[in-house]
């Protein structure tokens, strides 16, 4: 064992952790929504009220399109992505558009995380480090997409509750791996949709948030968003907006797109 | 009586009180000679006190800070630390450590990279699993706390303070931390309980110490990636050796500089060179010292013409001004010796050197694991390196001033203006 200057690795800054787990719970929740529609009546407790925000986001599979763009003070880039997810902790996400990233894919099967690129022809599994590096060369990282335990590492409680909205309080549980102080969820009553979720740190500040809006009424009356934007709220912090431009729920993806081959080669279905 | 005197004196311990004599009458370019010869021993006992002192303190500081006295290891391990390469049992190593007598204590550790998280950046680090008493034996950590306490039990960690302040995190508040173990990813939620100021910046920039039972958790490992032992002083590398004669094939004892790799080789290239220095520099004070003693033959010249005129041969003459030179290097030799050993002595007992180092070459010092605890080392093989400038110096003059002497005619010499 030697002394070298690996053990004095790069700083990646935190924004990048949260936002695709976010923008993967947008996507649910879409699909969720529809669930919600036909809900009964707000439960008081709030952790049936989070079991009903986690189910919205945990929603069924799905097929979509989702146009990112991440905005800094002097760059704006845009990215098209391709997502397949089973609705539970597998995903595939491929890099559509611009051409230069085409064809980067990105495969989350439960706590694994693989990555292909089509430089290398190979696929890689994510190391730690890696997982926290830039996604695309954006803010988001590779963590990011292996989903979100808001209902294993947080004890919640009703914040605030009107006629339109409630609001959790989430607090970590002592050994839960997240360096977040508190989060605060809120979601529209009666259908528990999620509206926004702000992840403050251990000093009582807010570093970030994500707003839902734009919301689209489907033909079953469901009103779904289209427009995330999730902010940075750190002093040196940016601006990631995703929008959504086609989108299919409720399907059921086969296996095979969850597999190392469709990693590499896609899945046509 | 007068023969035998005569047969005496044409002897060589006649000549050595000839000399001897001739330099009680010349004084003062006995007492230049002198000093020459003892500041430039002075100058060697200090040269290389200070450079093996200074290598010494990088072992030490590397030993007691960043790895240990002496460190058991799967090969594999210490070819590629990865806790897959984790030893496979401990008791019987453990066991087997503790019967070397220069063993003091013996401290289970686990080695695990991962990902430390806050809510304002993260950063990849190589965590430490200890076990909190055994570690305080091994280690010069624990000491090193400039807030907050150690690692007690799970749950915790302690960071370098400059490591927490990089990804921003406070004493009391909770970091997220991620790994990649022998079963898969990894993770747990620590609360930093204590930051480490050593004042050695590649110790505060890359420590990270947790309960050994976390890294394990981490790591997916049940065992250890490393028994730390703790060695007196110097007595690493015997240690090591004696060790490894009663571990199984599985396991292997390194010591200071096998853990050390290619920064323990680099400053072994460096000692070499400072070898090269000091035979320069010992090159510099025997010139001083034929340069001197050239300079006396020239203003000793009528003298010299005036003992080869009443029958002393140049042979003898040449040999007299050689033992001058030698003999008064040798008392600037003594001169030397015991002022330089006092010096190095005292500098090796009073950290004189640290703060004035830290001072100037402070992030130097501390990028090789120097605090600023800087002590010169006492060898008793300095007596020969300083000595080499006493073998120089008699070559020097062997070769110039008694040449010169050698080629003396008594008449001419005799003429010859003070």
Known sequence: ?269 | MSGRTRRVDRGLPGMIRLAWRSLGRQRRRTALLVVVVAYATISLLFFWGLTDGFLTSIYQSQARLLGAPVLVTTPEYHADPDPVHALPELDPLAAAARSIETVQAVAPRVDVPVLLRSPYASTGVQLRGIEPTAESRVSELPGAIGEGRMVASSGEIVLGDALAERIDVRVGERIAVDAASVAGPSALGLRLVGRIDSGISVVDETTALVHIDDARTLAGIETATSLALAVPIGREAAAARALDQRLPDTARAYGVEEQMGELARGLAAERVGAGVMGLVFALFAAVAVTSSVVVSVMERTREFGVMLALGMSHRRLGAMVTLEAILAALVGYAVGLVVGYALLIWMAEVNVLGPLFAGIWGDLLSGLALGTDIRTDVRFVYVAYAGATVVLAALGAILTPARRVMGLVPAEAMRAAD
Request: glycine letters at 8%; hydrophobic letters at 40%.
């Open chain 1, 1 to 269: 064992m030697t002394f070298d200057s690996d053990r004095l690795a790069p700083v990646f800054p935190a924004r990048r952790l949260p936002l695709v787990r976010v923008l993967v719970a947008a996507t649910l929740l879409v699909f969720s929504a529809g669930l919600a529609q036909g809900a009964a009546e707000v439960p008081d407790d709030a952790d049936a009220i989070l079991d009903r925000m986690v189910e919205n986001l945990r929603g069924g599979g799905q097929r979509a399109t989702l146009v990112m763009r991440v905005e800094r003070d002097d760059d704006v880039r845009e990215y098209r992505l391709e997502v397949i997810s089973d609705g539970t902790e597998r995903s595939l996400t491929r890099v559509a558009g611009p051409p230069r990233d085409a064809g980067q894919a990105f495969l989350v099967d439960g706590d694994e995380l693989f990555v292909y690129s089509p430089r290398l022809g190979r696929a890689l599994r994510l190391p730690p480090s890696g997982r926290s590096d830039g996604f695309l060369g954006s803010d988001l990282s590779y963590d990011d997409m292996a989903g979100d335990e808001v209902r294993d590492d947080y004890d919640a409680e009703v914040a605030e509750r009107d006629d339109t909205t409630v609001t959790l309080s989430l607090i970590p549980r002592p050994t839960a791996p997240t360096p977040y102080g508190e989060l605060r969820f809120t979601a529209s009553i009666p259908d528990l949709a999620p509206l926004e979720l702000e992840y403050y740190d251990q000093r009582g500040e807010a570093v970030k948030r994500l707003t839902l809006s734009e919301f689209r009424e489907l033909d079953d009356g469901t009103r779904v968003p289209t427009h995330f934007e999730v902010v940075d709220l750190t002093a040196d912090g940016g601006r990631t907006v995703a929008d959504w431009t086609d989108v299919a729920f409720g399907v059921e993806p086969p296996d095979r797109c969850f597999t190392q081959q469709a990693l590499e080669r896609g899945c046509d279905w």
